[in-house]
């Protein structure tokens, strides 16, 4: 599978956000969703700790920690950090590819503290997605999502000055080493 990656044009206005709001509307979100996990402990293992998420084609990064039982944005300098770009993140929220195959294809990557990271991973691999409190629009959401993507981005490839090859990532990972 050949992944795509949004043009750079197109990232352009998520670009324009700070990563603490980004961070605040994601980490609200999830705290509601993911409220029976957190509260059952699942996510435990980010007291104190901060995930970094950064979708490198957007040009987004998210920083999250659990504090007082919820999801919070995070100043810190992130402890771990799961990278890659959309059309990854869109195919592991849309189940059409697990979190394992991902990381093992490089779509995916975890830098920093691996441990850490690897827990988080697990954690979304055995997560009922079909469970969640959402309305259903919203649980199909994901694959709508990367259906889109799908159809626009290979369209978008073929006008002239937005082809993949003409842009680099929005967001380099130089600042962290990749895990081994």
Do not use: C
């Amino acid at each position: 599978m050949k992944p795509l990656t949004l043009p750079r044009p197109f990232s352009f206005p998520a670009r324009l956000v700070p990563v603490w709001l980004h961070s605040r509307v994601l980490a609200q979100v999830l705290s509601h969703v993911l409220a029976h996990q957190i509260a059952d402990g699942e996510l435990a293992m980010l007291e104190g700790k901060t995930l970094g998420v950064a979708i490198r084609d957007a040009g987004v990064e998210y920083r999250l920690t659990l504090e007082g039982g919820a999801l919070v944005a995070s100043d810190a300098a992130p402890d771990v950090v799961m990278s890659g770009g959309l059309h990854a993140f869109l195919m592991m929220l849309a189940r059409r590819e697990d979190p394992d195959t991902l990381f093992f294809q490089r779509l995916l990557a975890i830098e920093g503290d691996t441990a850490l990271g690897l827990e988080i991973k697990n954690f979304l691999d055995r997560l009922e997605w079909e469970a969640l409190p959402m309305p259903a629009p919203l649980k199909q959401a994901p694959q709508q999502a990367l259906s889109a993507f799908e159809t626009v981005v290979p369209w978008l490839g073929k006008l002239p000055g937005l082809s993949s090859r003409n842009h680099q990532p929005a967001l380099s990972s130089s600042k962290h080493q990749p895990a081994q």
